[in-house]
């Protein structure tokens, strides 16, 4: 049972470029989020979903785009990547819209 | 706008000295608030959620409680095994506030 698995674990990136972060999971949860870690800033919610074809925002959006076709991926995209973006990105899932099972992290650079 | 604080920002006790870690929280409407730890390079990891103010969980060493402002998490006669970053968020609805953490070193 591998649970939230996030890939991949690190990248770096030029100041523009895009890329996807991956989210899977195999428990059959409907909540699924993703946050971003900075130091001295504490978790942040970037978008979340509540179940296959539902996202909502959270509190930093901006730059950052997400869907859901399926109850097991969530895929994060950085549309335009900036050095703001450099942060180390967690994706969670849980039951009853609550986080409860965490990944390990994607940690992206942005120079 | 809903605000968690976590004192104090780092904690370093000896083995076997018991302490407690802070959680204050300013959220409309409190759901649930929750406890993780976290391992360096990891994510975080669930502890407890605690729905309403007198509730009390327990997990080892670990016991979280809750008032109407703030939550403690209280480690009793801790190992070096219990050295982490412990995290604690308040969920008003489909959205986590996390505090910024409390990092806790058990020495032997």
């Known amino acids: 049972n591998a649970g939230v698995t996030q890939t991949p674990k690190f990248q770096v990136l030029k100041t523009g470029q895009s890329m996807t972060l991956q989210c899977a999971q195999d428990?059959?949860?409907?909540?699924m989020s993703w946050y971003r870690q900075d130091p001295g800033m504490g978790l942040r919610l970037i978008h979340y979903?509540?179940?296959?074809?539902?996202?909502d925002q959270g509190e930093v959006p901006n730059g950052y785009n997400v869907s859901r076709s399926t109850t097991e991926d969530f895929p994060l995209r950085l549309l335009s990547a900036a050095p703001s973006q450099t942060s180390v990105y967690f994706c969670?899932?849980?039951?009853?819209?609550?986080?409860?099972?965490f990944g390990d992290g994607t940690r992206l650079s942005i120079l | 706008e809903d605000q968690v604080t976590q004192s104090p920002e780092a904690l370093r006790l000896q083995e076997g000295e018991s302490s407690s870690l802070n959680c204050s929280y300013t959220?409309?409407?409190?759901?649930?608030l929750f406890w993780y730890r976290q391992d360096p390079g990891k994510g975080p990891e669930f502890l407890f959620t605690?729905?309403?103010a007198g509730e009390e969980k327990e997990k080892e060493r670990l016991k979280a409680t809750l008032t109407k402002k703030e939550s403690f998490l209280h480690i009793t006669a801790p190992k070096p095994e219990d050295s982490a970053t412990y995290l604690c968020?308040?969920?008003?609805?489909?959205?986590?506030?996390f505090g910024g953490g409390t990092r806790v070193l058990v020495k032997p």
């Open positions: 969670a899932t849980g039951v009853s819209n609550q986080p409860q099972h």
């Open positions: 428990m059959n949860h409907e909540y």
């Open positions: 979903s509540v179940g296959a074809g539902i996202t």
């Open positions: 959220v409309s409407g409190l759901r649930g």
């Open positions: 605690l729905y309403s």
């Open positions: 968020a308040s969920d008003a609805g489909n959205k986590l506030t």
